[in-house]
């Protein structure tokens, strides 16, 4: 059941970047994950998390939490949204032989976690 895959990535989400989080929703042998698919994973997680405050939308360049009352698919779909701008060549399976699509995973930022309700962690 996804919702358990999810709640299990939970456990390990603060201070992780997206790489880290992709890792723990594609353990194991990728070469044969869909790209496109992992990342639409992806992107689920994140509003899987969102709906549970876990995830909040966040501005690095005023270091601040953005809370914008938009809807978890909006602000997961936003946080994600120049993924094919920045990896537009990825491959159609096996996605970390993609140095481009690694990277990105690696540096993205544009959320923070909430920590028991009471910190925020950005990813490291």
């Known amino acids: 059941m996804m919702s358990d895959k999810f709640l299990n990535a939970l456990e390990y989400v603060a201070g992780s970047d997206a790489h880290s989080i992709w890792k723990d929703l594609n353990p194991g042998v990728n ?14 997680f994140f509003c899987f998390a969102i709906e549970r405050n876990i995830i909040v ?3 690095t360049e005023k270091n601040i939490p953005i809370f914008s009352g938009d809807a978890p698919d909006v602000l997961a779909s936003r946080i994600f949204q120049d993924f094919s701008e920045k990896v537009p060549n990825v491959p159609l399976l096996n996605p970390l032989s993609n140095d481009d699509f690694v990277a990105y995973l690696m540096f993205k930022r544009g959320w923070a976690v909430l920590v028991h309700g009471t910190c925020l962690m950005v990813p490291e």
């Open 57 to 59: 939308e966040y501005s």
């Open 31 to 44: 070469i044969d994950v869909n790209s496109k698919d992992s990342m639409r994973e992806l992107i689920c």
